[in-house]
């Protein structure tokens, strides 16, 4: 049975008692109103309910098809239909070019005004699952959104807050895994571009020719095989964002085309003799030191300059151990989610592994590494045996290391006494002398 909440607005009482009596045994919930003052009184109220509207275009304080803008600005995602007792089609079509979704005659079957009513509300429905959807994405990608509170990412963090809302070229500079593209979404979500698509492209993953057309586009008949006109990855990006990932690796004789395009923001497909004008942001990243290229002469200095003019670094995992933790629990959290498991938590050890570790492919390999561990997990907690086997060669190597200093000792004492105490750590912690908060702390660290 059909459902969702319909505004009914008809000053005729006997007409609209009777369409909510058809409406409600269909399954809707009907707000009746009398009026357009009511009508928007009630509108106001439950705009996040109501889904259609049904408005009589005679009212006695407003014209139906002037009262439709003020309809739509209060519920935007609402369908609005007119009903008119004497419909002329000049007025159906202004209504419908103001965004009615239907104009109808008083008078007409139920059975039309039900299947009218229905496809309005289908429609609606979509809206609103779209926007919610919107709403999810813009969330993932906001800079609330990144987890870690460590210095190196809160400095790397407030440096792209500051230039999101400009119109300045980004570069993101860091190493491969280190989170370049959270960074580039924040920006496109944060920057007044935010309605419009931010499209990405990784310079790496393509020859130059082929990559020349990917970002250009061209025309019908430009080479053997151009059987349509291709848009360009500039084309689609224009109003938005166009996010150009390992651009060190772009071909030197395509930079200089590149560099034209920025300065100019027009370019001339392959096969065409009209330049194509387009209004793009560009954000870029790499994992190269391109100011060292570039005074190397192995990347264009001009082109270097034209996109660095607001320069973000995006620290390794190494720099923000801090962050291991967290980051660690919203994994675990995901993959426990896809998977169906129930998991509570990392153990101690396993928490510990990680904070020892090198992470030389950084948030990427971490979460690899989550991923990895939570598919193996048979038990509520992850456990150091889920790790991969090069995490065990390290923890033998930080044992090796630390086997004469005073944290092996303290380490060996604490082990001793919880043995002995058959793992009372309230009493373990009275014969070391210290508090039970701390002798938790020192069992994490220590991975016991």
């Known amino acids: 049975m059909p459902d969702g909440t319909l505004l009914l607005i008809d000053d005729e009482p006997s007409l609209r008692h009777i369409l909510s009596r058809v409406l409600g045994l269909e399954g809707y919930t009907v707000l009746p109103a009398p009026d357009a003052r009511h009508g928007l009184e009630l509108l106001q109220q439950h705009a996040g309910e109501v889904l259609v509207v049904l408005c009589d275009v005679k009212l006695p304080d407003?014209?139906?098809?002037?009262?439709?803008?003020?309809?739509?600005a209060l519920a935007p995602l609402a369908e609005v239909i007119l009903l008119t007792a004497y419909g002329t089609v000049a007025d159906g079509v202004r209504a419908m070019k103001l965004g009615a979704f239907d104009?109808?005659?008083?008078?007409?079957?139920?059975?039309?005004?039900?299947?009218?009513?229905?496809?309005?509300?289908?429609?609606?429905?979509?809206?609103?699952?779209?926007?919610?959807?919107?709403?999810?994405?813009?969330?993932?990608?906001?800079?609330?959104?990144?987890?870690?509170?460590?210095?190196?990412?809160?400095?790397?963090?407030?440096?792209?807050?500051?230039?999101?809302?400009?119109?300045?070229?980004?570069?993101?500079?860091?190493?491969?895994?280190?989170?370049?593209?959270?960074?580039?979404?924040?920006?496109?979500?944060?920057?007044?571009?935010?309605?419009?698509?931010?499209?990405?492209?990784?310079?790496?993953?393509f020859p130059r020719d082929l990559l020349e057309s990917e970002l250009f586009g061209y025309k019908k008949g430009a080479f053997t095989g151009a059987l349509a006109d291709k848009k360009g990855l500039f084309e689609e990006a224009s109003g938005g964002t166009l996010f150009l990932d390992e651009i060190g690796e772009l071909?030197?004789?395509?930079?200089?085309?590149?560099?034209?395009?920025?300065?100019?923001?027009?370019?001339?497909?392959?096969?065409?003799?009209?330049?194509?004008?387009?209004?793009?942001?560009?954000?870029?990243?790499?994992?190269?030191?391109?100011?060292?290229?570039?005074?190397?002469?192995?990347?264009?200095?001009?082109?270097?300059?034209?996109?660095s003019v607001f320069v973000v670094p995006v620290p390794p995992l190494s720099a923000r151990r801090d962050d291991i933790e967290p980051l660690a629990q919203h994994f675990l959290q995901v993959y426990a989610a896809k998977l169906g498991k129930r998991l509570h938590g990392l153990d101690p050890a396993f928490l510990q592994q990680l904070s020892r570790y090198e992470w030389r492919g950084n948030v990427r390999e971490l979460k690899n590494v989550l991923e990895r561990a939570v598919i193996l997990a048979d038990e509520q907690w992850l456990t150091t045996d889920l790790l991969p086997p090069e995490f065990q060669t390290r923890a033998d190597a930080f044992e090796a290391e630390d086997a004469r200093s005073l944290r092996a000792l303290e380490k060996r004492q604490i082990r001793l006494v919880l043995s002995e105490t058959g793992g009372n750590k309230t009493e373990a912690a009275r014969q070391l002398g210290i508090g039970l908060k701390t002798l938790y702390r020192k069992i994490g660290e220590y991975g016991l």
Do not use: W
């Open 62 to 72: 407003a014209h139906g098809v002037e009262l439709l803008a003020r309809l739509k």
């Open 103 to 205: 104009y109808l005659t008083k008078g007409d079957s139920d059975d039309q005004l039900l299947v009218v009513v229905e496809r309005a509300m289908e429609k609606a429905r979509l809206q609103r699952r779209v926007a919610d959807l919107e709403q999810q994405m813009g969330a993932q990608h906001d800079f609330a959104s990144m987890i870690g509170t460590s210095a190196a990412l809160s400095q790397a963090r407030d440096l792209a807050q500051r230039v999101a809302p400009t119109e300045a070229a980004v570069l993101l500079e860091g190493p491969t895994g280190s989170g370049k593209e959270l960074f580039a979404h924040a920006i496109h979500h944060a920057s007044p571009r935010r309605a419009k698509p931010l499209v990405a492209v990784n310079c790496s993953a």
């Open 251 to 307: 071909d030197i004789n395509l930079q200089a085309k590149l560099l034209r395009v920025l300065e100019g923001q027009e370019f001339t497909k392959l096969g065409d003799t009209k330049p194509t004008k387009v209004n793009v942001r560009v954000v870029a990243a790499t994992n190269r030191n391109l100011r060292q290229e570039a005074d190397q002469g192995l990347f264009r200095a001009d082109l270097y300059y034209r996109l």
